[in-house]
């Protein structure tokens, strides 16, 4: 059976890029990054490695669907938070259960 990997709050994509290279091409990795700079790293980066098997998501994570605050870490793109760094965004949340069944749901139909 294919290997399955969720990266939630990808941040550029290190982790992804890792994960698509262990899990091969009959993997997939799911990776989530509400942050709109950090997402198009994140792009970049799968195309500089030549990756076909990571699925990128411009969203967050949660236990609802909902939209929420996203607050920014000036000094740090990689420490933005849910909760006040001075610096704020409107962001979309999915729900990683639902996702999960969805995804379960897609695998079994191949």
């Known amino acids: 059976m294919a290997e399955c990997l969720l990266d939630i ?3 550029i994509g290190y982790y992804s890029v890792l994960a698509a290279k262990i899990v091969g091409i009959e993997g997939k990795v799911f ?3 509400p942050e709109l700079s ?3 790293k994140i792009l970049e980066n799968i ?3 030549n990756l076909n098997n990571i699925s990128l998501f411009n969203l967050a994570a949660g236990s609802e669907t909902k ?3 996203l607050f920014f870490n000036q000094d740090n793109d990689g ?3 849910l ?3 001075v610096q704020q965004l409107i962001i979309r949340v999915c729900v990683w ?3 999960l069944l969805f995804v379960g749901d897609r695998r079994q139909e191949k």
Do not use: I, P
């Open 97 to 99: 259960k639902v996702f």
């Open 67 to 69: 939209q929420t605050q």
């Open 47 to 49: 195309s500089l490695n």
């Open 83 to 85: 909760w006040d760094v």
């Open 79 to 81: 420490g933005h938070a």
């Open 31 to 33: 990776a989530f990054e």
């Open 38 to 40: 950090n997402y198009q």
């Open 9 to 11: 709050g990808a941040h």
